[in-house]
């Protein structure tokens, strides 16, 4: 029955995400309809934007970092000052600085670390105009900035087409990015999640009665319409703080499989538009192949370790932490989902998970989260990947490595491998300080190996812009509440300038011709060889500090010793 189940949910991912993927490449070769060609015309002419002006990969990122720190600013000042404004029923207060920095950052970001309560701390206009709209923009930025990058490796080869060395228009893109794919998308999930008993209303808190008598405060909101976004844009921020595990976020089997594909279906969906707009739809089949066959390990690790159990705890599985309506195989699917996809949302508390699942998902987070990946995202971190693999086999082959018929040379590895290094920097630098300094120490509230698994989650989370947590680590400090926004910055802005100049470089270079020396980036010994690139890169990288977390846990566990 669990291979059963896990075969529909694939069949339905791949299916939706390959006629996702044909609509994509329409909007974003701006084959639409005229009317909806209006409308975005006349949206950017009133916001002053230029919409048939290119942009060189620059001026793309300027613009990038431009909005999203416009984007901050914003939802810094609606969070510190949410007291004093309107639709706040139940009389919240403003953010405190350090948790207003945090939470700004977070969403900018596609982040949502969460280090507060939503239903406890949030208005409505903060949910709504604050969280709500920076889940939709900045799913978009990945989304345009995707597009961008793959304009420049895949240049005049198909529906990507661009003028000289423009990268294409960002704000052409982001707006196509809400206004024909986000938008629509979560207005028909989010119909959906009310139908399955999601609360969306603007009333306050119900006091209601216990079975004692006692009263009992049940918060509720615009939650459906939240909820919606947070897990297509790969977002993750729940709108009560227990996130997909709270009935009123997930009340059916039907809501948590719905989420559970919506978290991979756009990212899926963008490997399927890089074969379409390279004009050769084996080249997306590629990347998709290697990031299936990671995650399909992932998961068998998980889903095993969850479904066996702790013996030391009695026979069965590992319930702890878990939804009995959703019980350890779709727990274990989510938190595969979750943590590969960038997206963060849980319905099960992944510090309960065992020493060996927990590894898995670090290791999705820590290796950029390229498998699948945030929306547009993990594209173009799989991309950072497909260069270092391509020149590695130039390498091992005496030729100069080319991909897509353009050859890869010193300023585009120099380029990968600086992206790449914002990972163990966040991770490995940032976690080393968080393990020394006792005002950051006082966060970890278990002893021994899995107190340093809940350190390394947490900057692994934040350097990956994925969002969960282990739920032991206290992370409403205002040291945590700092770094890890200033982490937050790293692992996202780190990774897109850097890869927006690979793209600008590759868009200016000659296309080579096929010959029989080429070596071809479509087959299963490419495939093979870009897997092998991220698991060694993220072994050598990240072994020595994970066998001193989750590894020692689980050597620990076999041999009976408990903390």
Same mark, same amino acid.
């Given at each position: 029955?669990?291979?059963? /189940?896990?075969?529909?949910?694939?069949?339905?991912?791949?299916?939706?995400?390959?006629?996702?993927?044909?609509?994509?490449?329409?909007?974003?070769?701006?084959?639409? #309809?005229?009317?909806?060609?209006?409308?975005?015309?006349?949206?950017?002419?009133?916001?002053?934007?230029? #919409?048939?002006?290119?942009?060189?990969?620059?001026?793309?990122?300027?613009?990038?970092?431009?909005?999203?720190?416009?984007?901050?600013?914003?939802?810094?000042?609606?969070?510190?000052?949410?007291?004093?404004?309107?639709?706040?029923?139940?009389?919240?207060?403003?953010?405190?600085?350090?948790?207003?920095?945090?939470?700004?950052?977070?969403?900018?970001?596609?982040?949502?670390?969460?280090?507060?309560?939503?239903?406890?701390? +949030?208005?409505?206009?903060?949910?709504?105009?604050?969280?709500?709209?920076?889940?939709?923009?900045?799913?978009?930025?990945?989304? *345009?900035?995707?597009?961008?990058?793959? =304009?420049?490796?895949?240049?005049?080869?198909?529906?990507?087409?661009?003028?000289? %060395?423009?990268?294409?228009? $960002?704000?052409?893109? &982001?707006?196509?990015?809400?206004?024909?794919?986000?938008?629509?998308?979560?207005?028909?999930?989010?119909?959906?999640?009310?139908?399955?008993?999601? #609360?969306?209303? +603007?009333?306050?808190?119900?006091?209601?009665?216990?079975?004692?008598?006692?009263?009992?405060?049940?918060?509720?909101?615009?939650?459906?319409?939240?909820? !919606?976004?947070?897990? &297509?844009?790969?977002?993750?921020?729940?709108?009560?703080?227990?996130?997909?595990?709270?009935?009123?976020?997930?009340?059916?089997?039907?809501?948590?499989?719905?989420?559970?594909? /919506?978290?991979?279906?756009?990212?899926?969906?963008?490997?399927?538009?890089?074969?379409?707009?390279?004009?050769?739809?084996?080249?997306?089949?590629?990347?998709? !192949? *290697?990031?299936?066959?990671?995650?399909?390990?992932?998961?068998?690790?998980?889903?095993?370790?969850?479904?066996?159990?702790?013996?030391?705890?009695?026979?069965?599985?590992?319930?702890?932490?878990?939804?009995? =309506?959703?019980?350890?195989?779709?727990?274990?699917?989510? !938190?595969? %989902?979750?943590?590969?996809?960038?997206?963060? %949302?849980?319905?099960?508390?992944?510090?309960?998970?065992?020493?060996?699942?927990?590894?898995?998902?670090?290791?999705?987070?820590?290796?950029?989260?390229?498998?699948?990946?945030?929306?547009?995202?993990?594209?173009?971190?799989?991309?950072?990947?497909?260069?270092?693999?391509?020149? &590695?086999?130039?390498?091992?082959?005496?030729?100069?490595?080319?991909?897509?018929?353009?050859?890869?040379?010193? =300023?585009?590895?120099?380029?990968?491998? +600086?992206?790449?290094?914002?990972?163990?920097?966040?991770?490995?630098?940032?976690?080393?300080?968080?393990?020394?300094?006792?005002?950051?120490?006082?966060?970890?509230?278990?002893?021994?190996?899995?107190?340093?698994?809940?350190?390394?989650?947490?900057?692994?989370?934040?350097?990956?812009?994925?969002?969960?947590? @282990?739920?032991? $680590?206290?992370?409403?400090? #205002?040291?945590?509440?700092?770094?890890?926004?200033?982490?937050?910055?790293?692992?996202?802005?780190?990774?897109?300038?850097?890869?927006?100049?690979?793209?600008? /470089?590759?868009?200016?270079?000659?296309?080579?011709?096929?010959?029989?020396?080429?070596?071809?980036?479509?087959?299963?010994?490419?495939?093979?060889?870009?897997?092998?690139?991220?698991?060694?890169?993220?072994?050598?990288?990240? @072994?020595?500090?994970?066998?001193?977390?989750?590894?020692?846990?689980?050597?620990? =566990?076999?041999?009976?010793?408990?903390?």
């Amino acid at each position: 029955m669990t291979l059963i /189940s896990y075969a529909v949910y694939f069949l339905a991912l791949g299916g939706l995400a390959w006629v996702l993927a044909i609509w994509l490449a329409q909007v974003y070769a701006g084959a639409l #309809p005229r009317s909806f060609l209006r409308i975005e015309g006349a949206l950017l002419r009133a916001c002053g934007a230029a #919409p048939d002006r290119g942009m060189t990969w620059g001026s793309y990122a300027l613009a990038v970092l431009g909005f999203n720190a416009a984007g901050f600013v914003m939802l810094y000042a609606v969070l510190r000052a949410q007291g004093w404004m309107p639709m706040n029923p139940d009389g919240i207060g403003g953010m405190a600085p350090d948790l207003a920095f945090n939470t700004a950052v977070s969403f900018v970001t596609n982040t949502n670390w969460q280090a507060y309560s939503g239903e406890a701390q +949030l208005s409505y206009l903060s949910q709504m105009a604050g969280l709500t709209v920076q889940n939709f923009v900045s799913a978009a930025t990945g989304m *345009a900035v995707a597009v961008a990058v793959t =304009r420049g490796f895949v240049a005049k080869g198909g529906i990507g087409a661009t003028k000289g %060395s423009f990268l294409g228009n $960002f704000w052409v893109d &982001l707006t196509r990015s809400v206004l024909w794919v986000l938008l629509p998308l979560s207005v028909v999930l989010a119909l959906f999640l009310a139908w399955q008993g999601v #609360p969306q209303t +603007l009333q306050g808190a119900v006091v209601a009665s216990g079975i004692e008598g006692e009263g009992q405060v049940i918060a509720r909101g615009p939650a459906a319409a939240q909820i !919606a976004i947070k897990q &297509l844009g790969t977002n993750g921020g729940g709108f009560f703080g227990v996130n997909s595990a709270h009935p009123y976020e997930n009340p059916t089997l039907a809501s948590n499989m719905a989420q559970s594909l /919506s978290i991979l279906l756009i990212p899926v969906a963008f490997c399927f538009l890089f074969g379409r707009m390279a004009g050769d739809r084996r080249q997306g089949w590629a990347i998709f !192949a *290697a990031m299936a066959v990671m995650f399909a390990a992932g998961l068998v690790v998980i889903h095993g370790y969850e479904v066996a159990g702790n013996a030391m705890l009695g026979a069965g599985p590992n319930m702890e932490g878990k939804e009995q =309506r959703f019980g350890p195989m779709l727990s274990a699917l989510w !938190a595969a %989902s979750t943590t590969a996809a960038s997206n963060g %949302s849980v319905n099960a508390m992944h510090d309960s998970f065992m020493p060996l699942s927990g590894l898995v998902m670090l290791i999705f987070m820590q290796i950029g989260e390229v498998i699948f990946g945030g929306v547009g995202a993990g594209l173009y971190g799989m991309l950072l990947y497909v260069v270092l693999a391509v020149f &590695l086999a130039g390498l091992m082959v005496g030729r100069t490595p080319e991909y897509l018929g353009r050859k890869i040379e010193a =300023r585009e590895v120099t380029l990968a491998v +600086l992206a790449f290094l914002s990972m163990p920097i966040g991770i490995l630098v940032g976690g080393a300080v968080a393990a020394t300094v006792p005002v950051a120490l006082a966060a970890v509230q278990e002893p021994g190996p899995h107190g340093m698994s809940e350190i390394l989650y947490a900057y692994s989370s934040a350097t990956g812009n994925n969002g969960s947590a @282990f739920g032991g $680590f206290g992370a409403a400090l #205002p040291w945590h509440n700092t770094v890890l926004g200033i982490i937050m910055l790293l692992g996202r802005y780190a990774i897109i300038v850097p890869m927006l100049a690979i793209a600008g /470089s590759m868009i200016r270079k000659p296309q080579a011709p096929v010959t029989n020396g080429t070596f071809p980036t479509h087959g299963p010994i490419f495939v093979t060889l870009l897997v092998l690139t991220v698991v060694i890169l993220g072994a050598l990288t990240f @072994f020595p500090v994970l066998a001193l977390g989750p590894l020692a846990e689980e050597t620990a =566990r076999l041999s009976g010793l408990r903390f």
